[in-house]
């Protein structure tokens, strides 16, 4: 494979950046102590952990397994919080609470948020988290990759520069790149902006397409926009009350102008660059009680280096959209590499089976990474704030290409990647993680 000096110069720069964008990696620590012989300590450890979800599952077990492997598992107490679909995460954050946990354990951004609304004293770790700015509520400003509170985790954000670095690999003659997004999507419009920044820096052109209802058909084209809504309204079993019916609305499906909350996608408040914040204030309350406006939605950018005669020769799709369960925009994934030759990139496994490339986080070491941490301000008195927020290593992250797709156009990838219809039916989360053996630990 032969690449460009263009090329060339960006993977360069893009592997420089690396090396500085995150605190995102395996830190060099030294074994665990032993707890003293004889000492009866138990620790109360609170579960504020969603269900039905694999990765999470993968996370929670990489915790635990941290945990037995630092403390032994006659040292820990588990408090799971009551699985109650009619209790918000605060409630379910405030039973944990009521049983005085020396700390919470949280997956994914809505539990964490929950558990730190609830209490700002007790140590929180948590996992499954994109933005933790975001989730705690702090500026771009003031964020500086630690919570500076009692929160300390690990992000599931895979590492960005290592996937511009694999779209690279395989665009050697890249020459402007598309980003997709939900306008609705937080998690989305952050990776994307971390991605802007290093093609602005590379030299690289790019411009952003969000994918909404009234964009479909120009982005897809009438006949996949038109699939995709025929899916939606055969899923669709309700009846639609007639004009003039007394049958009362569910509040809860009403869109009320200026709420971020009723329905969750009225609006994606963010503070990134790009973003226009409008408010509206609720009610009589004044200036000091608002709310982001509907207008406060994300709208397309694009790179001051992007011109009518830029071509798009690949494609970035962040991790966790919410666009991975839309089949017209699936099935157009797709179409853009079988039949326009374009690369694309998805940010997780969420959309790996449309796309050429893909990279593999593994939710186990990101949970074990996490009970580490749990273990430090446990034992070691560490403070939660002082923490940083920690990911996957450029180096743990695992390259994928689709095979299936790879034979349309014969391609073929060298062993450092892996084919992904075989590694997810082979691979076993936690397989990579270097644990911790106490035995060896006594016997030395």
């Known amino acids: 494979m032969h690449y460009s000096k263009k090329s060339i110069v960006s993977i360069i720069l893009i592997s420089m950046l690396s090396i500085s964008l995150i605190s995102c990696g395996k830190s060099d620590e030294a074994a665990p102590e032993e707890l003293p012989e004889g000492d009866e300590v138990i620790y109360t450890i609170g579960r504020l952990v969603p269900k039905g979800n694999k990765e999470y599952a993968s996370m929670e077990k990489g915790f635990t397994d941290a945990l037995s492997d630092h403390l032994g598992d006659e040292h820990i107490y588990y408090v799971d919080a009551t699985e109650d679909s009619n209790k918000t995460w605060e409630q379910q954050a405030l039973f944990l609470i009521n049983n005085k946990p020396d700390l919470i354990f949280t997956l994914g951004e809505d539990a964490l948020s929950g558990a730190y609304m609830r209490t700002k004293t007790i140590p929180i770790v948590s996992s499954g988290v994109i933005d933790y700015a975001h989730a705690l509520h702090i500026s771009d400003s003031q964020w500086k990759g630690k919570s500076g509170a009692n929160v300390a985790g690990t992000t599931c954000r895979p590492p960005i520069a290592s996937q511009l670095s694999l779209l690279l690999e395989n665009d050697t003659h890249v020459k402007g790149i598309g980003i997709f997004y939900c306008p609705e999507d937080h998690d989305s419009i952050y990776q994307n902006e971390i991605l802007e920044g290093y093609l602005d820096e590379a030299g690289i052109p790019w411009k952003e397409f969000a994918v909404t209802e009234e964009t479909k058909a120009e982005i897809f084209?009438?006949?996949?926009?038109?699939?995709?809504?025929?899916?939606?309204?055969?899923?669709?079993?309700?009846?639609?009350?007639?004009?003039?019916?007394?049958?009362?609305?569910d509040p809860a499906e009403e869109v009320l102008p200026g709420s971020p909350i009723l329905p969750d996608s009225v609006s994606a408040p963010s503070s990134?660059?790009?973003?226009?914040?409008?408010?509206?204030?609720?009610?009589?309350?004044?200036?000091?009680?608002?709310?982001?406006?509907?207008?406060?939605?994300?709208?397309?950018?694009?790179?001051?280096?992007?011109?009518?005669?830029?071509?798009?020769?690949?494609?970035?799709?962040?991790?966790?959209?919410?666009l991975s369960r839309d089949p017209a925009f699936t099935e157009y994934v797709k179409k853009l590499y079988s039949e326009e030759n374009k690369i694309v990139v998805s940010g997780d496994m969420a959309m790996a089976e449309s796309t050429l490339l893909s990279l593999y986080v593994d939710p186990y070491d990101l949970g074990y990474s996490a009970g580490k941490m749990a273990y430090h301000i446990l034992?070691?008195?560490?403070?939660?704030?002082?923490?940083?927020?920690i990911g996957t290593s450029e180096d743990d992250a695992i390259k994928l290409y689709n095979g299936k797709m790879a034979a349309l156009k014969d391609l073929e990838f060298p062993k450092s990647y892996s084919e992904y219809n075989v590694f997810m039916r082979t691979y076993i989360p936690g397989t990579n993680t270097d644990r911790v053996d106490m035995t060896e630990t006594e016997e030395e």
């Not at 079993?237 to 003039?244: K, L, Q, W």
């Not at 408010?279 to 004044?286: A, H, N, S």
């Not at 070691?380 to 923490?387: A, E, Q, R, V």
């Open 221 to 249: 084209g009438e006949e996949l926009s038109e699939e995709g809504s025929d899916e939606e309204e055969d899923d669709d079993t309700g009846s639609t009350p007639e004009e003039g019916s007394e049958e009362e609305s």
């Open 272 to 322: 990134k660059e790009g973003m226009t914040l409008y408010t509206d204030p609720i009610g009589q309350m004044g200036d000091d009680m608002i709310l982001n406006s509907v207008k406060s939605l994300r709208t397309p950018a694009q790179s001051a280096l992007w011109t009518e005669s830029t071509v798009i020769s690949s494609y970035f799709i962040p991790a966790e959209t919410s």
């Open 379 to 389: 034992c070691d008195g560490k403070d939660p704030g002082d923490l940083k927020i």
